[in-house]
């Protein structure tokens, strides 16, 4: 592939496209960039992976998700987050495909170094004819659901989570009144960000255990452009705050002196909506009702989210491209036969695109 790029682009593009993809967020904006707020507005959409502003290779989401954005615009599913599951369920049924709800999985039954079966919690054994596809993170999966008995089994059951998200949701009766304009009434998504250094600190602060004083927060306005979300007259908003430390060993600001998230999160729940109100003063007054999902919440609520991790993994270097989840391991193949993995810990990496399970049927279609 990067032979054919070359051939067609030339040499000088390709240096360009690899320094990009080795980039810092920062680095590639700061030489591209002269407004400080442009460029923490473009650099917050690192955080929606796991990069600050100063993460090697952070550079590629900030300018792929931004500049598609504005050339494209975003797409939510009307109704709600619901649309998207109907959708790919209905894609699996529509194709002859069965699902299971509330069939937990005790196992992947591995005979002579393949995966034979699935045996439910039941007992009761489903054996596949072709290949066993596991949706998991690799923790989840090795040392699990199958023995981490290999030098390369072990190796991906080390996989490493990215930093924790909280999930905060509000029931409103009216979108917040944004002091930066009215017109950020009109859109999905709004970010909140003071800076660079602010977003570099919260990083640094996350991954050393505090509770952030200033999260980066991705507010989401649903209802401004669906409002078939909420009932005549009022809004729903939900709140993504990156980034946070799956596990409490202080806060930053000094206030906050719980160690564990179930102890935190109100707390933690009310320094974000102090943070809104700032941006859009009398937004506490609006609020009907509030529902907190920490991150230890949300790994309660799905084992994939390791760590309250909601990207599947870190997408540092490390563990992206060909290194993710493993070097060796990037083509869905697992080191058992038969046995094959997809979903936010394989590439193309996080997200609801199932890219990762597409190209995997193209392969053992022999597409």
């Given at each position: 592939m990067a032979f054919s790029a070359?051939?067609?682009?030339?040499?000088?593009?390709?240096?360009?496209?690899?320094?990009?993809?080795?980039?810092?967020?920062?680095?590639?904006?700061?030489?591209?960039?002269?407004?400080?707020?442009?460029?923490?507005?473009?650099?917050?959409?690192?955080?929606?992976?796991?990069?600050?502003?100063?993460?090697?290779?952070?550079?590629?989401?900030?300018?792929?998700?931004?500049?598609?954005?504005?050339?494209?615009?975003?797409?939510?599913?009307?109704?709600?987050?619901?649309?998207?599951?109907?959708?790919?369920?209905?894609?699996?049924?529509?194709?002859?495909?069965?699902?299971?709800?509330?069939?937990?999985?005790?196992?992947?039954?591995?005979?002579?170094?393949?995966?034979?079966?699935?045996?439910?919690?039941?007992?009761?054994?489903?054996?596949?004819?072709?290949?066993?596809?596991?949706?998991?993170?690799p923790r989840v999966l090795f040392g699990n659901l199958v023995p981490a008995s290999s030098a390369a089994t072990q190796r991906l059951a080390k996989f490493r989570p990215g930093p924790a998200t909280m999930m905060i949701h509000f029931a409103v009766t009216d979108l917040p009144a944004w002091s930066a304009g009215e017109e950020l009434r009109r859109f999905a998504y709004v970010h909140l960000a003071p800076s660079l250094g602010a977003l570099a600190r919260t990083y640094t602060d996350a991954l050393d255990g505090l509770l952030p004083a200033e999260p980066g927060l991705v507010v989401g306005q649903p209802t401004a452009i669906d409002p078939s979300r909420a009932p005549a007259g009022k809004h729903v908003v939900w709140v993504q705050v990156r980034v946070l430390p799956s596990q409490i060993r202080g806060d930053a600001a000094g206030q906050i002196g719980a160690s564990h998230w179930d102890e935190a999160k109100k707390a933690f729940a009310g320094r974000v909506s102090s943070i809104i109100e700032r941006y859009a003063p009398g937004f506490r007054s609006t609020i009907l009702a509030r529902t907190v999902h920490s991150p230890a919440d949300l790994e309660r609520d799905n084992p994939n989210l390791v760590g309250g991790d909601s990207l599947g993994g870190s997408h540092h270097l490390d563990q992206n491209f060909l290194f993710r989840p493993a070097f060796g391991w990037s083509r869905y193949r697992m080191p058992f036969e038969r046995l094959f993995m997809v979903g936010a810990s394989t590439w193309p990496g996080a997200g609801t695109g199932a890219g990762s399970g597409f190209m995997l049927a193209k392969m053992l279609a022999g597409a």
């Amino acid at each position: 592939m990067a032979f054919s790029a070359w051939r067609k682009r030339g040499t000088t593009w390709l240096a360009d496209t690899a320094r990009l993809l080795l980039a810092s967020p920062r680095e590639w904006l700061d030489e591209n960039f002269e407004n400080e707020k442009l460029k923490t507005m473009l650099a917050i959409w690192g955080m929606h992976l796991d990069f600050s502003p100063d993460c090697a290779g952070g550079a590629l989401f900030p300018y792929l998700e931004s500049m598609a954005d504005q050339a494209f615009g975003m797409a939510i599913g009307r109704g709600g987050a619901g649309t998207l599951i109907s959708a790919l369920t209905g894609a699996i049924t529509a194709a002859g495909g069965e699902i299971r709800l509330n069939a937990p999985v005790r196992e992947i039954v591995i005979e002579d170094g393949a995966a034979k079966a699935v045996m439910l919690e039941n007992g009761e054994r489903l054996d596949a004819t072709r290949a066993v596809i596991a949706n998991l993170h690799p923790r989840v999966l090795f040392g699990n659901l199958v023995p981490a008995s290999s030098a390369a089994t072990q190796r991906l059951a080390k996989f490493r989570p990215g930093p924790a998200t909280m999930m905060i949701h509000f029931a409103v009766t009216d979108l917040p009144a944004w002091s930066a304009g009215e017109e950020l009434r009109r859109f999905a998504y709004v970010h909140l960000a003071p800076s660079l250094g602010a977003l570099a600190r919260t990083y640094t602060d996350a991954l050393d255990g505090l509770l952030p004083a200033e999260p980066g927060l991705v507010v989401g306005q649903p209802t401004a452009i669906d409002p078939s979300r909420a009932p005549a007259g009022k809004h729903v908003v939900w709140v993504q705050v990156r980034v946070l430390p799956s596990q409490i060993r202080g806060d930053a600001a000094g206030q906050i002196g719980a160690s564990h998230w179930d102890e935190a999160k109100k707390a933690f729940a009310g320094r974000v909506s102090s943070i809104i109100e700032r941006y859009a003063p009398g937004f506490r007054s609006t609020i009907l009702a509030r529902t907190v999902h920490s991150p230890a919440d949300l790994e309660r609520d799905n084992p994939n989210l390791v760590g309250g991790d909601s990207l599947g993994g870190s997408h540092h270097l490390d563990q992206n491209f060909l290194f993710r989840p493993a070097f060796g391991w990037s083509r869905y193949r697992m080191p058992f036969e038969r046995l094959f993995m997809v979903g936010a810990s394989t590439w193309p990496g996080a997200g609801t695109g199932a890219g990762s399970g597409f190209m995997l049927a193209k392969m053992l279609a022999g597409a």
